[in-house]
């Protein structure tokens, strides 16, 4: 094993620890696979869902949704109250590799493109969310990933260096964004390439 190069290890969550795709729900309530495609790449968008991890509030962002797309209020709510039906489960063998970490005593941090509302019922239905050494939430910051704000505010809040925490995301622009402040980051593909990489850096895993 090669000497240890990094002291932390920080996660991205959606696509990493948790399998969260509004296709789990909605494949339920839209049957219709054309019609499933128009509601989410046309009504409620990414770039909508993205308003809530920026720190919108569901109710504001569903009430003006819905007047827009009265046809759709259902839909549209749905996409708030059933949330947790988005979430197919946590990827376990990620959450194994954490949950090895911790044993070993090694900080790790989220920094995640989240809601703040749905984070609370995320960590309440996936306790392992709530064991991180410490968390930055763009809900709750108000500003996302890949803004260099939100990689400062982790760095500054921790007090960690850079060049010796290692950052996990399954979105390329934001690994970039990551190495850009001197963060040692990769593009999450799976767990076990990822025990690699840790390994690589001297972690026993």
């Known amino acids: 094993m090669s000497e240890r190069s990094i002291d932390d290890v920080v996660f991205d969550i959606g696509g990493v620890l948790l399998d969260w795709n509004p296709e789990h729900l909605y494949r339920e309530l839209i ?26 509030s569901w109710a504001e962002a569903v009430a003006e949704l819905s007047s827009l797309h009265p046809e759709h209020a259902e839909w549209i709510e749905a996409y708030d109250t059933g949330w947790l039906k988005m979430v197919d489960g946590l990827i376990e063998d990620t959450a194994a590799l954490l949950t090895e970490l911790r044993a070993q005593g090694i900080p790790t941090y989220a920094l995640t493109n989240f809601s703040a509302e749905k984070w609370e019922i995320a960590k309440q239905a996936f306790p392992i969310l709530a064991g991180f050494t410490g968390e930055v939430v763009s809900g709750t910051e108000q500003t996302i990933k890949p803004d260099e704000k939100i990689y400062r505010i982790l760095l500054e809040r921790y007090d960690l260096d850079p060049a010796r925490s290692f950052y996990t995301d399954d979105k390329d622009y934001n690994i970039v964004a990551a190495r850009a402040v001197g963060l040692d980051a990769e593009v999450f593909t799976d767990a076990a390439t990822l025990r690699q990489q840790l390994r690589e850096r001297g972690l026993p895993v």
């Open 31 to 56: 049957p219709d696979a054309g019609q499933r495609e128009h509601f989410l790449t046309k009504v409620a968008t990414p770039e909508w869902n993205l308003q809530m991890d920026a720190g919108r």
